[in-house]
């Protein structure tokens, strides 16, 4: 028991670190964007983390959460008039809303049934944003108010590093704490086997939907922050191909690894902006190393590193 | 009338090609449980080439053959290379592993080849056939036949040679296949080199009428996995009525209520039919042992 919470403090605390010393060598603020980029991604990556790898259900289309809460930010202080801090936390709302009315039939679905269901939900959000453009700008996307939090205007690359750098601080406490709740137990039981958790007493409907809920809260959450940040939106946020990059960095991470999440968000994200040196050869040398990877670490960089670590050390 | 038929017609060629994606899926995932969401780069691949080697002055039906087999290659490397080595890894790592490759693919395809839109010529003229009074492209009836011959094809394959039985036999089950003496990698990769050639078929049909580019694929991947979930996942009858579905739905739907949620229509009906009959409309319900 002490032992777990020594690691999970562990965790934290190097997590905590690194985010307080990279600025010292960063050597110019388009690294503090790289960097809060990660930070927003591996946020959105460590709540689809909970969906996948503690409870065991896949998404596809979980960039709908995270476009509902950029489209949130943005909408909400132009066309409804409410400041942007109350936005953000209707963002977040409604996508627990959304997730929960749509959560208890979908989760029904197994395996590459639920895949499609959820790919289906996403395309249909992604639809209605980049449509009704009267609300959303359409196809070319629409600018974001600053957010303003007790008269102090929130913006410039350096102070959102620190903000999203915060924001990832709690978003993985609260996950690692979750594993070593009763409702984290749960997620676990059900993703090792449904039957046998429903047998033992596991009310498998309503943990998948908590999971559910917990990861669209997440993912909304670091919608609106990129929103904030690049104080521009546009539709490819909430697209097919923004799902596809969250769950590749879950499952390139290490399916219910917190730690796994920021270490695939840190790779799938930096890995583009070094690859625009290759200029035309981005994308292949990306899909390779996606497909390198996915073949020789099968369980993710994080699971598979420690394990090879802990072997050396033992021998 | 003219109207109702016209829809129809769209809708059924869009969807005949819809149905040789889902097609491709199904033969991939009966041979081996993947879920290949590479399969659009193989349609994308058959338009691509075919453009450009008609370009160099190949005679269509030729530059046809060299994308089809193109394709093929392609198909068998990526079995090759990509999927036999990452043998019994879980289904998301698989889905990922293709993902990439299906990066890859449009990544290749962009240096190769270009980023602009291309465009076959028709296969026979431009001059709509009026058919009651509804006006339709020639190249639409070559969609169809084309779908129905490969279709055609396929099932005399599977049903009436010794090596489609064999396919049949692993996609029924892998070890009892195995068992009985069937290479079964020999057969997996007979899978995807077929199914490529599929999609690559599908690409040249219908490259005339939507154009192509070297991005295509990814939008016929999710319209083609819908359409195969659609039908029930592994069940090619039911891939080619889901796909056929889907084109007549997105046709109708663009036609008659709003044009610009056209995409939309398809996956709320998956939606609503995934929710009364979670196994898609002809799938079996799979009882799990414990």
């Known amino acids: 028991m002490r032992a777990l919470m020594n690691q999970r403090f562990l965790t934290l605390a190097v997590l905590a670190v690194v985010i307080g010393i990279l600025p010292f060598v960063f050597p110019s603020s388009y690294y503090f964007r790289v960097a809060s980029l990660v930070w927003v991604s591996a946020l959105a990556a460590i709540g689809l983390n909970i969906l996948m790898g503690q409870a065991g259900q896949v998404s596809l289309g979980h960039a709908a959460f995270f476009g509902i809460g950029a489209y949130a930010v943005a909408i909400g202080p132009v066309h409804l008039g409410i400041p942007s801090w109350a936005a953000l936390l209707l ?65 410039g690359s350096y102070t959102w590093y620190w903000v999203t ?108 902006q070094v690859l625009t040196v290759f200029h035309e050869y981005e994308h292949l040398l990306l899909g390779l190393i996606i497909i390198v990877s996915m073949i020789f670490m099968r369980s993710g960089i994080v699971p598979t590193l420690s394990s090879l670590f802990l072997r050396k050390a033992r021998s | 009338m003219a109207e109702f038929l016209q829809f129809l017609i769209s809708g059924l060629t869009v969807g005949a090609v819809y149905a040789l994606v889902a097609l491709g899926f199904t033969l991939i995932y009966n041979a081996s449980g993947v879920v290949n969401f590479a399969q659009g780069e193989f349609v994308m691949l058959g338009g691509m080439v075919t453009v450009f080697a008609s370009a160099l002055g190949v005679p269509l039906p030729l530059a046809a053959l060299v994308a089809i087999v193109v394709a093929m290659v392609i198909g068998l490397l990526l079995h090759r290379l990509a999927i036999e080595p990452a043998r019994g890894a879980s289904a998301v790592t698989l889905i990922i592993i293709t993902i990439g490759a299906s990066i890859l693919l449009r990544g290749l395809a962009a240096i190769v080849f270009d980023k602009q839109f291309h465009k076959l010529p028709a296969f026979t003229g431009d001059t709509p056939v009026d058919l009651l009074g509804a006006a339709i492209q020639p190249q639409s009836f070559w969609v169809l036949g084309g779908a129905a011959v490969v279709v055609l094809a396929l099932y005399v394959f599977l049903e009436h040679t ?21 290479n079964t990698t020999t057969i997996m990769a007979l899978a995807f080199g077929g199914s490529a050639a599929i999609g690559a078929i599908a690409g040249i049909l219908v490259t ?63 939606l609503i039919v995934l929710f009364a009959a979670p196994q898609g409309l002809f799938g079996r319900r799979v009882v799990e042992r414990v």
Do not use: C
Request: glycine share 14%; charged share 10%; hydrophobic share 55%.
């Open chain 2, 208 to 270: 005339p009428i939507t154009l192509t580019s070297y991005d295509v694929g990814t939008l016929l991947a999710l319209k083609g996995f819908a359409a195969a979930m659609l039908g029930g996942m592994g069940n090619p009858v039911g891939a080619v009525v889901g796909g056929l579905l889907l084109g007549l739905l997105e046709a109708f739907g663009a036609g008659y209520l709003s044009s610009t949620y056209k995409d939309a229509f398809a996956f709320l009906v998956i």
């Open chain 1, 91 to 155: 963002g977040a709302g409604l996508s627990a809303l959304l997730a929960f009315l749509v959560g208890r039939p979908i989760l029904r679905l197994k395996g590459h049934y639920l895949a499609i269901a959820t790919l289906g939900l996403g395309v249909l959000v992604a639809l209605v944003i980049t449509t009704e453009s009267r609300w959303t700008g359409g196809p070319d996307g629409m600018p974001v108010e600053r957010l303003t939090l007790f008269g102090w205007r929130v913006s």
């Open chain 1, 165 to 272: 750098g915060g924001l990832l601080l709690i978003g993985t406490w609260i996950a690692l704490n979750l594993d070593d709740t009763p409702t984290g137990r749960a997620f676990r039981a059900l993703h090792d086997s449904e039957v046998a958790a429903q047998v033992v007493g596991v009310d498998v409907a309503r943990f998948k939907l908590q999971a559910f809920v917990i990861a669209a809260v997440y993912a909304s959450l670091a919608g609106s922050a990129l929103a904030f940040m690049n104080g521009f939106i546009n539709p490819d946020q909430a697209g097919f191909l923004h799902s596809v990059e969250l769950v590749t960095i879950v499952v390139l991470g290490g399916l219910g690894s917190v730690v796994g999440s920021i270490v695939g968000a840190a790779v799938l994200i930096t890995l583009p």
């Open chain 2, 162 to 182: 010794l090596l489609g039985k064999a396919v049949l036999a692993t996609a029924a089950n892998r070890l009892a296949a195995r068992l009985v003496g069937i």
